[in-house]
């Protein structure tokens, strides 16, 4: 595929060629767990033994979201922590790992109580403060862990302080993009080693699959994970990996729509009464508004607030919601409430996630592609009936 094509063209026929046998335009579900051999010793077209090891569904979303991140290589997984957990082989016992201090709950919760035992250490930094990872590096750190913008804060890392901090230490930069999508945010672009995503939000964009993807140009890095893809095991199904290859084709009108619609609600929250604060990278009163527009094209479908009155009046307003529903995750075509620290980030110690922002007052919305007016009377309406209810 010309690497030169757009990204929605990319999106669409990257490792989609129509199939060899029959010319099915879309790729078909290989649902086979194996391949007959050519030969003992020979697999199938010298590459299909063993669906674990390689299935033409997956493998054409791996090409796929490869060449949507501006990677050479690309690797799929049954879930978002499943790639990340991966990506954990580059370490070994006695390394040390620096993390962005806001991440998703499960990434914390991996680093903290799992890798730990493991012998691989995490320290949590705040990376906005790019500047701070040269007093926290040690000897032995072997990994920089990034997401940008951070999940539920919205807090931005400077892609390319922090890439050109790893490159001269000789350690490892992953960025966690879910939230962004290649669509608005190619870290490989500014240096960064890997990309790692949940695919179950943005990029398969309808809440019905869990999956992972990963994306790198290091060989080396690919080599050590296409093994332990294989070692390990945690490979999705060619029904979930054809799902998300699905998504990928629409992943860009999508987008732009979520982002719109995110736009538009933010400015919103902003103005209202009820509201203590917004975090959004889009708002000009975001604190980290020009590093967004330098490093992003576009500001992204996910919006935090702090609703006045704490967690009671959280709760009214989030039970009051009629569109938005309240559940975890993010990034469907449907609009989602979420509540960090009881739902998503409930595995960070209370204390640390009072030190972090993540208080009880606040509220994480994964604004959908709905009518964007339909969005707004919805939250209109949650403010005024929660208000009500509290006063009753
Ligand atoms: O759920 P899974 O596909 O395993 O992905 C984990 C994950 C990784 N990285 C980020 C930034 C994420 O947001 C997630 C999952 N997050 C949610 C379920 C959520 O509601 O925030």
């Known amino acids: 595929m010309n690497p030169r094509y757009g ?23 290989f649902q086979t767990s194996t391949y007959a051999q050519e030969g003992l010793g020979k697999p199938f077209q010298g590459k299909y033994e063993y669906s674990r090891t390689e299935n033409p569904t997956r493998g054409a979303l791996e ?10 290589h690309g690797l799929a997984f049954s879930s978002g922590m499943a790639a990340t957990a991966n990506l954990m082989n580059l370490l070994k016992a006695g390394d040390h790992m620096l993390c962005g201090d806001d991440v998703y709950g499960g990434t914390y919760r991996l680093f ?3 890798m730990e035992k493991f012998g691989i250490q995490t320290e949590f930094v705040d990376l906005s403060d790019a500047a701070a990872l040269e007093r926290h590096r040690r000897p032995n750190t072997r990994m920089l862990w990034i997401e940008t913008p951070t999940n539920p804060l919205l807090k931005l890392a400077d892609l390319e302080a922090c890439a050109g901090f790893a490159k001269r230490h000789n350690i490892i930069s992953v960025v966690d993009n879910t939230f962004m999508t290649p669509y608005f945010q190619r870290p490989l672009e500014y240096g960064i080693d890997v990309v790692v995503h949940s695919a179950t939000k943005y990029l398969g964009g309808h809440s019905d699959v869990v999956n ?30 054809w799902l998300v290859l ?60 702090v609703i006045r009155g704490g967690l009671e009046a959280a709760r009214a307003f989030m039970e009051r919601l009629r569109l938005f529903t309240l559940a975890e995750s993010l990034g469907g ?22 030190e972090l922002g993540i208080s009880d007052g606040l509220i994480r919305l994964s604004v959908g592609i709905e009518t964007q007016d339909d969005l707004a009377n919805d939250l209109e309406q949650a403010f005024e009936a929660a208000a009500k209810g509290l006063h009753a």
């Open 212 to 241: 992972g993807v990963l994306v790198t140009s290091s060989k080396e890095i690919y080599d050590n994970q296409k093994f332990h893809q294989n070692a390990v095991g945690a490979v999705p199904g060619p029904l979930d990996a």
């Open 7 to 29: 990204f929605e063209t990319l999106a669409i026929h990257a490792g989609q060629d129509p199939e060899a046998t029959t010319g099915a335009v879309t790729t078909p579900i």
């Open 333 to 354: 075509v449907e609009s989602l409430a979420d509540h960090p620290a009881i739902m998503t980030h409930a595995s960070i110690p209370a204390a640390r996630r009072a």
């Open 246 to 305: 699905r998504g990928l084709k629409t992943l860009a009108v999508r987008m732009q729509r979520h982002e719109e619609n995110a736009r538009a609600l933010a400015a919103m929250l902003a103005e209202h009464e009820a509201v203590e604060s917004v975090y959004y990278p889009g708002l000009p009163a975001h604190p980290q508004h020009a590093l967004a527009k330098k490093q992003m094209r576009g500001f992204g479908g996910m919006i935090s607030f």
């Open 63 to 72: 090409e796929c979201i490869a060449a949507l991140e501006g990677g050479s």
């Open 112 to 114: 903290v109580r799992v």
